[in-house]
């Protein structure tokens, strides 16, 4: 193989390569920012993410993405893989997405977070 054209297939490969960049979370939000329900019913609401990526667009987060819902008590509330929560208790907490920056390949210690409340009656 000639000098230029192995050159040329390496640079070929380097721009392949950086093409295939990952986009990477900078910034999440959990909507609605502020829900109530009920308590004495089990009352739930739904809970959304949505991630801004390094190249600025803008997706809906799930869990294949690594993200991962919390309440900040879950005496008052519980919340399912999928952002749904349920009122057990009155009261207030903090509902929280958290998901890798690098998005579904890990690294929990290098997370996003975006925050909502909901109260409970």
Do not use: Y
């Not at 019913?41 to 869990?63: E, I, K, P, V, Y």
Request: proline share 3%; net charge negative.
């Amino acid at each position: 193989m000639r000098p230029s054209h192995f050159l040329a297939m390496i640079g070929m490969i380097v721009f392949l390569v950086a093409c295939g960049e990952d986009h990477h979370l900078t910034s999440m939000s959990v909507s609605p920012s502020s829900a109530s329900a009920a308590s004495s019913s089990h009352g739930q609401a739904a809970f959304a993410a949505t991630g801004t990526l390094n190249n600025g667009s803008s997706r809906a987060l799930d869990a294949s993405d690594g993200l991962i819902w919390s309440t900040s008590d879950s005496t008052i509330a519980t919340i399912d893989s999928n952002g749904a929560a349920t009122c057990m208790a009155p009261g207030t907490v903090t509902i929280t997405g958290t998901a890798p920056r690098n998005l579904a390949k890990g690294s929990t210690s290098n997370a996003v977070s975006g925050t909502a409340t909901l109260t409970c009656s």
